[in-house]
């Protein structure tokens, strides 16, 4: 596999400098403490340098395939049985999916993160693998494509061509069909969380049935993804894409996220009672270890905050407007930037 960039003199010398903190911070006798602050320094705003050399090579460099497999062996031996009862371990907080059609005995995975987890539920189930969705680059989620489409011969990758997916075998593009069995799963450009993000829709038409939709890292149960390749008014953009699909849609996230979002959701939109019921339920299901997975958009609709820039109740509760004189109302993309900016500071108190 290609690692583009590599040979650029820069991103080596930062590479071994960032590698050797890493090391430093990971072998400090206050480990724990150390890999939240190392988390910490990554995750801070994208326009700072520190994090813009982390995240090209995490994402362009073997060091981001060595990072994958260790947080991989740190999650197996954290949730051995998985972080929710339904659904087979994956990794860390991360979702994968088995799509199967019953009928032919044939599966698609989207994600597969963890890949030892997916071909459990694969020989479990009896099927055969023969296609994995990818919604974006990041390990987290194309980490298992290696293994995997080495143990199924037959097994196509497909994903964004302008992604840089490990493995990559057939290339999407916006509107773009797959078919396996009866299953029919369009294929939804959604930049922004990086520059080829796809999400995926399989139809529910043939199974008399809503529609699923496959979410990756765009849009969670009460939130949505960072913006770590685009700008707010690319996110806004792909939000809208999804926002066009009926209210029964299920949703099926890439991660485990509702709790944390939705108690965001509660700071900004305090009377939201769609939002408290919601809450009610997730923290009943996670207290149980049950998944939180699907909801629908049209549950979205009532209480995900980057789901209703449009609402006038949003724009007052974040106060006064960007102009100088804080008369001007913001736009919709000034109010996505602004709440994405408000739920980092909410995740770091």
Same mark, same amino acid.
């Given at each position: ?167 990559? %075998? ?9 078919? &396996?069995?009866? +299953?029919?799963?369009?294929? /939804?450009?959604? @930049? *922004? ?37 685009? %700008? ?9 894409? &999804?926002?066009? +699909?009926?209210?029964?849609? /299920?949703?099926? @996230? *890439? ?51 980057? +789901?209703?820039?449009?609402? /006038? ?37």
């Amino acid at each position: 596999m290609a690692w583009p960039g590599w040979s650029a003199p820069w991103l080596w010398v930062a590479g071994c400098g960032l590698l050797l903190l890493i090391l430093v911070l990971l072998a400090s006798p206050r480990s724990c403490r150390a890999r939240r602050t190392l988390r910490g320094l990554l995750m801070a705003r994208s326009k700072r340098l520190l994090f813009r050399i982390g995240y090209s090579l995490y994402t362009r460099t073997w060091l981001g395939y060595l990072f994958y497999r260790q947080q991989l062996r740190r999650a197996r031996n954290r949730y051995p049985k998985g972080h929710s009862r339904t659904q087979p371990r994956l990794f860390n907080d991360n979702y994968s999916y088995l799509i199967i059609d019953t009928q032919a005995r044939l599966a698609v995975v989207v994600d597969p993160s963890d890949p030892q987890a997916v071909q459990a539920s694969i020989e479990k189930e009896g099927v055969d693998l023969v296609a994995i969705l990818c919604t974006h680059k990041h390990w987290d989620h194309s980490g298992g494509n290696r293994d995997l489409s080495r143990r199924h011969q037959d097994c196509r990758v497909y994903g964004s061509p302008q992604d840089g997916i490990p493995y990559l %075998t057939h290339p999407l593009c916006h509107q773009d069909v797959v078919s &396996v069995g009866r +299953l029919q799963i369009r294929a /939804l450009a959604t @930049p *922004g969380h990086t520059q080829g993000h796809l999400v995926y829709l399989l139809d529910g038409e043939p199974y008399k049935g809503p529609s699923c939709l496959f979410s990756g890292d765009l849009l969670f149960l009460s939130g949505c993804g960072r913006t770590f390749e685009g %700008t707010a008014e690319t996110m806004l953009s792909s939000l809208d894409t &999804v926002l066009g +699909l009926g209210d029964d849609t /299920l949703l099926w @996230p *890439g991660h485990e996220y509702a709790e944390e979002n939705l108690g965001f959701a509660g700071v900004v939109e305090p009377e939201n009672l769609a939002r408290e019921r919601k809450m009610q339920w997730v923290q009943r299901q996670r207290m149980e270890r049950k998944s939180t997975c699907p909801s629908t958009l049209g549950e979205e609709r009532s209480y995900n905050p980057f +789901l209703r820039t449009h609402c /006038l109740v949003l724009q007052e509760a974040l106060g006064p407007g960007p102009g100088p004189t804080g008369d001007d109302s913001y736009s919709r993309a000034e109010l996505l930037e602004k709440l994405r900016r408000l739920k980092d500071l909410h995740k770091s108190k």
